[in-house]
């Protein structure tokens, strides 16, 4: 038998296990999500077509929410999105559940923090985005469940003074496009890395990273570069 009716028999296998009550939930819990999303827009999010929220999400100050199509943001996430820049997802991308992320705005001053996230990406579930000085996500980026990324660092050089009374630099982490970040990472202020690059699971990156490197360990150094499929 060869390989290809291994992978019939599978399929078979897989949709004969998928029964019409499974397709039925599937699409009440879609219209459910697309139900949470013209919610959100009616409190004043500025979102297009097919924006699903899931059970259990709470997204406060909707007003700096601006999402394209086809976004969905899944069950049980928090989304803080108090800043002068905001919130923005681009078309196609998908967060899975359990997402924290704060831009650090408060009553008193609206902060330096935003979130700008590209298109056709994903970020996997138990995701920690500290946004407080500022998150650019690009595009075709893939991140992995309980990833880290805190956007600020408290001063703390004075040891003579409270940590909490020496205040917080903010520098901003950037990460280009066709990124893929493992499970487990964390991504410190500053930090920026290159398109194409590659972060393995449980890495600690708190030095920038070059395009199409591949960098593991904590903290993580850069291993090797991807190559071309030729070379």
Same mark, same amino acid.
Not at 184 to 199: H, N, R, Y
Not at 213 to 220: I, T
């Given at each position: 038998? @060869? !390989?290809?009716?291994?992978?019939?028999?599978?399929?078979? %296998?897989?949709?004969?296990?998928?029964?019409? !009550?499974? #397709? /039925?939930?599937?699409?009440?819990?879609?219209?459910? @999500? %697309?139900?949470?999303? @013209?919610?959100?827009?009616?409190?004043?999010?500025?979102?297009?077509?097919?924006?699903? +929220?899931?059970?259990?999400?709470?997204?406060? $100050?909707?007003?700096?929410?601006?999402?394209?199509?086809?976004?969905?943001? =899944?069950? $049980?996430?928090? =989304?803080?999105?108090?800043?002068?820049?905001?919130?923005?997802?681009?078309?196609?991308?998908?967060?899975?559940?359990? =997402?924290?992320?704060?831009?650090?705005?408060? /009553?008193?001053?609206?902060? $330096?923090?935003?979130?700008?996230?590209?298109?056709?990406?994903?970020?996997?579930?138990?995701?920690?985005?500290?946004?407080?000085?500022?998150?650019?996500?690009?595009?075709?980026?893939?991140?992995? @469940?309980?990833?880290?990324?805190?956007?600020?660092?408290?001063?703390?050089?004075?040891?003579?003074?409270?940590?909490?009374?020496?205040?917080? #630099? $903010?520098?901003?982490?950037?990460?280009?496009?066709?990124? /893929?970040?493992?499970?487990?990472?964390?991504?410190?202020?500053?930090?920026?890395?290159?398109?194409?690059?590659?972060?393995?699971?449980?890495? +600690?990156?708190?030095?920038?990273?070059?395009?199409?490197?591949?960098?593991?360990? +904590?903290?993580? !150094?850069?291993? #090797?570069? #991807?190559?071309?499929?030729?070379?």
């Amino acid at each position: 038998m @060869q !390989k290809s009716d291994h992978l019939q028999i599978i399929n078979g %296998l897989i949709l004969s296990s998928v029964t019409w !009550k499974d #397709r /039925w939930y599937n699409r009440i819990s879609r219209r459910q @999500q %697309l139900l949470r999303g @013209q919610i959100v827009r009616w409190r004043g999010a500025q979102s297009g077509l097919r924006f699903g +929220v899931g059970a259990g999400t709470q997204i406060l $100050y909707p007003g700096c929410l601006n999402v394209g199509d086809d976004v969905t943001i =899944l069950d $049980y996430s928090y =989304l803080h999105c108090l800043s002068n820049k905001g919130v923005n997802i681009g078309n196609n991308t998908s967060i899975d559940r359990n =997402l924290w992320l704060h831009c650090g705005g408060n /009553w008193q001053a609206n902060g $330096y923090g935003f979130i700008d996230i590209g298109e056709n990406s994903f970020i996997g579930c138990n995701g920690v985005l500290g946004a407080g000085g500022g998150i650019h996500i690009g595009n075709n980026v893939l991140i992995g @469940q309980n990833v880290n990324l805190h956007s600020e660092n408290h001063v703390y050089s004075d040891k003579d003074r409270l940590i909490r009374e020496q205040g917080i #630099r $903010y520098e901003g982490i950037i990460i280009e496009d066709d990124v /893929w970040i493992g499970s487990k990472v964390t991504i410190v202020d500053g930090v920026k890395v290159g398109q194409g690059a590659v972060i393995g699971a449980g890495s +600690v990156v708190t030095k920038s990273i070059p395009p199409y490197a591949v960098a593991v360990g +904590v903290p993580a !150094k850069v291993v #090797r570069y #991807r190559a071309s499929k030729g070379d």
